[in-house]
């Protein structure tokens, strides 16, 4: 394996393992060009246009409809707990600017609704927001980008993003807290409320939404560790246990998902599919 | 009695007869036509016999095929150190 190429994107730090120098300007690139076009924080960007435009329909690129087509069967597939119209509640919660940029502020957090994923139409690439529905993509660009990227990369070797990891030919992992796994195919992703955090008004927030409450979560769990087919898979799942919160490991159990939990007080549960994978063999 | 009032008289009675024998009538066809769409509507293959939906999969299907959209990973005990890190993001 090549050694890991480094780069900023996407508010976080972008790994590269198995790819020569110009297919990691290429994955540069793709990342570069998916962060203007989706990013909540450009002015210049597509997803801020479309948000601006809620009440009319709106022309959006096949990129920007492949996109939310895509979250929005991923909200359907996590029952809508993993939503893409929690934009205006996130915002509301303080995350408005590049997290780099958020301190603590002495002001409460607004109020915002979340409408719910039903709300959105799409025509093909026609697509009509209610008036006050905000979309956040955030979610499903990043792991869809890493997905893509890994598909650039040579065997053995991986793509990672803010953690979200993608591999070719497997790949060691280590894992939230203390252990490692062997990520042989597919993706691996955290989702928790400790590190993309911030305070208003002394309350702790996060970006993890919960959209019954249009709030930041509040989960059993500290982090949630899952692994997938894909990274998107990956991504969404991790996402979708952590907000389940208590119901978090049947939800996966459900699904065959291989899951890690950490509870805040450092204690680790693992699905039946993660122990069946990671546990060696009795004999061979 | 007149002649001309007897015959009015019988006259008038026999509109009278025709009029409701009319409506009766009327009223008949009307309810033998209903009945007769609801007997086909309920009997008739072709004809529908509940309001019309569109085309979908029963729920629990779509339940099902949801449950299992997501699919796993394939994870193994380490071989190495890691060369990489998951973390919250």
Known sequence: MNETARFESMGCTVEVAGADGGRVDQIRRLFEARDRRFSRFRADSELTWVNGRAGHPTQVSQEFARMLGLALEMAALTDGLVDPTVGAAVRAAGYDRDFALIGDDPRPAAAAAVPGWRVVRMWGEIVHLPAGCELDLNGVVKSRTVDDAADLVATPGFVAAGGDIAVRGGADVALPGEGAVRLLEGGVATSGSGRRRWRRAGAWHHHLIDPATAASAVSTWEQVTVAGATCVDADVAAKAAFLAGARGPAWLEDRALPGRFVASDGAVLETSRWRAMVEAPACI | ?89
């Open chain 2, 1 to 89: 009695m007149q002649p001309d009032a007897a015959t009015e008289s019988r006259l008038g009675r026999a509109r009278r007869r025709a009029a409701r024998a009319k409506l009766g009538l009327v009223a008949a066809s009307v309810v033998i036509f209903a009945a007769g769409v609801a007997a086909t509507r309920a009997t008739v293959a072709g004809h529908a016999r509940h309001p019309i939906r569109p085309l979908a999969a029963p729920p629990r299907f779509v339940r099902t095929v949801r449950r299992d959209a997501l699919q796993a990973g394939i994870l193994a005990p380490p071989a190495a150190s890691p060369g990489v890190a998951t973390a919250q993001s």
